[in-house]
């Protein structure tokens, strides 16, 4: 391990892979005998940043004058969503019920979204990391010679309690999230402030769960949104101001990370989320996500990216980071060959008959 936020780990077998997962697990542990909640994202090269694709690669300032809260971002996210629901609806089996459902098929398929994938599978992460060692025909020779791959494990749980206690504690974003409230009383805004200022102070007491524990502070967005939606306005303002207190904390999180509005770096954290399966894809790789807010595209984070430095990465986040691991596979030809040997392959992740074809076909590390 170093001295950095987030705890590093180096790994030379795919045996100490499974202990290090393990020593996770007993340190961080709920209770005796109840492992914590661990996601893991595997990636080629240990420089990559835990940054979803339409952040990392479209670097669009925001709008000047009059615009300047409108994140250039949001359009290009739009354009994207509109044609791919054009040219691909007929493909969908299951019919998403919400924008961000179909940004996760549109992640599946190389589409680039503001949500970043997690896996709920340890063991699918690793053949993620290994992929250019098992697939030849997607993977050149001088990718395999730079590989230096690694697996990001996250504790989502503690992850969102900070980000929970982030988005509560800052009183002006909660009042702009109340004052979006269309039909609200001047009574009825005072009911539902009242309510998130309890939840202010009481967050960590309200979110425990006696039982199902590794359910705590992962949520669904979509159905979260999907609800609200389909209220009118009387009903949104009375389960807001006199509902369950948990729906002053869900129409928060719709409030934040289902709109276009940019936020500051040190206001809002990513959001670990569970999305329904859409496709044998996404339920193959035990599919979880990290979905990021539209952050304000300042000078100061322009300058940060053009010295390589990138304090919008979740590994970066001094207010999470800590709950945040890295795994360096140290020795990776001889961990695929581990791993094949122990019956993975990249048909674990995508299921389609071409790939299973190939894992027939090819029984052999690439070097």
Same mark, same amino acid.
């Given at each position: 391990?170093?001295?950095?936020?987030?705890? *590093?780990?180096?790994?030379?077998?795919?045996?100490?892979?499974?202990?290090?997962?393990?020593?996770?697990?007993?340190?961080?542990?709920?209770?005796?005998?109840?492992?914590?909640?661990?996601?893991?994202?595997?990636?080629?090269?240990?420089?990559?940043?835990?940054?979803?694709?339409?952040?990392?690669?479209?670097? =669009?300032?925001?709008?000047?004058?009059?615009?300047?809260?409108?994140?250039?971002? !949001?359009?290009? *996210?739009?354009?994207?969503?509109?044609?791919?629901? !054009?040219?691909?609806?007929?493909?969908?089996?299951? *019919?998403?019920?919400?924008?961000?459902?179909?940004?996760?098929?549109?992640?599946?398929?190389?589409?680039?979204?503001?949500?970043?994938?997690?896996?709920?599978?340890?063991?699918?992460?690793?053949?993620?990391?290994?992929?250019?060692?098992?697939?030849?025909?997607?993977?050149?020779?001088?990718?395999?010679?730079?590989?230096?791959?690694?697996?990001?494990?996250? @504790?989502?749980?503690?992850?969102?309690?900070?980000?929970?206690?982030? #988005?509560?504690?800052?009183?002006?974003?909660?009042?702009?999230?109340?004052?979006?409230?269309?039909?609200?009383?001047?009574?009825?805004?005072? #009911?539902?402030?009242?309510?998130?200022?309890?939840? @202010?102070? *009481?967050?960590?007491?309200?979110?425990?769960?006696?039982?199902?524990?590794?359910?705590?502070?992962?949520?669904?967005?979509?159905?979260?949104?999907?609800?609200?939606?389909?209220?009118?306005? @009387?009903?949104?303002?009375?389960?807001?101001?006199?509902?369950? #207190?948990?729906?002053?904390?869900?129409?928060? =999180?719709?409030?934040?990370? &289902?709109?276009?509005?940019?936020?500051? =770096?040190?206001?809002?954290?990513?959001?670990?989320?569970?999305?329904?399966?859409?496709?044998?894809?996404?339920?193959?790789?035990?599919?979880?996500?990290?979905?990021?807010?539209?952050?304000?595209?300042?000078?100061?984070?322009?300058?940060?990216?053009?010295?390589?430095?990138?304090?919008?990465?979740?590994?970066? &986040?001094?207010?999470?980071?800590?709950?945040?691991?890295?795994?360096? #596979?140290?020795?990776?030809?001889?961990?695929?060959?581990?791993?094949?040997?122990?019956?993975?392959?990249?048909?674990?992740?995508?299921?389609?008959?071409?790939?299973?074809?190939?894992?027939?076909?090819?029984?052999?590390?690439?070097?």
């Amino acid at each position: 391990m170093n001295d950095m936020a987030f705890t *590093e780990y180096r790994v030379y077998s795919f045996h100490e892979y499974i202990r290090c997962i393990t020593q996770i697990g007993e340190q961080n542990k709920i209770e005796e005998r109840t492992p914590p909640v661990l996601w893991s994202r595997g990636q080629m090269k240990v420089n990559w940043n835990l940054r979803p694709t339409l952040i990392r690669d479209v670097l =669009l300032g925001q709008l000047k004058d009059n615009f300047a809260n409108s994140s250039k971002r !949001a359009v290009e *996210e739009e354009m994207r969503k509109q044609h791919y629901i !054009a040219k691909n609806y007929h493909f969908i089996s299951k *019919e998403p019920k919400s924008d961000l459902e179909w940004m996760e098929i549109m992640q599946h398929h190389g589409v680039k979204t503001r949500i970043l994938d997690w896996s709920e599978s340890m063991l699918h992460s690793l053949v993620f990391a290994l992929e250019c060692f098992f697939n030849k025909r997607e993977y050149r020779i001088n990718e395999r010679l730079e590989a230096s791959p690694c697996v990001w494990v996250l @504790q989502p749980t503690e992850w969102n309690m900070e980000a929970l206690k982030l #988005l509560l504690q800052n009183r002006q974003l909660t009042d702009a999230c109340i004052d979006s409230i269309v039909g609200a009383s001047a009574s009825d805004r005072s #009911l539902i402030k009242d309510r998130i200022e309890y939840l @202010q102070t *009481e967050i960590e007491d309200y979110m425990k769960m006696s039982s199902a524990r590794h359910l705590k502070n992962i949520f669904n967005l979509s159905s979260i949104t999907g609800e609200f939606q389909s209220m009118d306005r @009387q009903d949104l303002v009375f389960c807001l101001s006199k509902g369950e #207190l948990y729906k002053c904390l869900f129409f928060l =999180l719709m409030f934040v990370y &289902m709109n276009t509005r940019p936020f500051s =770096l040190k206001e809002v954290l990513p959001l670990s989320i569970v999305e329904s399966y859409h496709s044998a894809r996404i339920q193959a790789q035990k599919g979880a996500f990290a979905i990021f807010p539209y952050y304000e595209e300042d000078s100061a984070l322009a300058g940060a990216h053009n010295l390589g430095l990138y304090p919008d990465s979740m590994e970066n &986040m001094n207010a999470g980071n800590r709950w945040l691991h890295k795994i360096l #596979l140290c020795d990776p030809d001889k961990i695929a060959f581990e791993v094949m040997n122990a019956g993975l392959n990249v048909s674990w992740l995508y299921p389609e008959m071409p790939v299973v074809a190939n894992a027939i076909e090819t029984r052999r590390i690439i070097v």
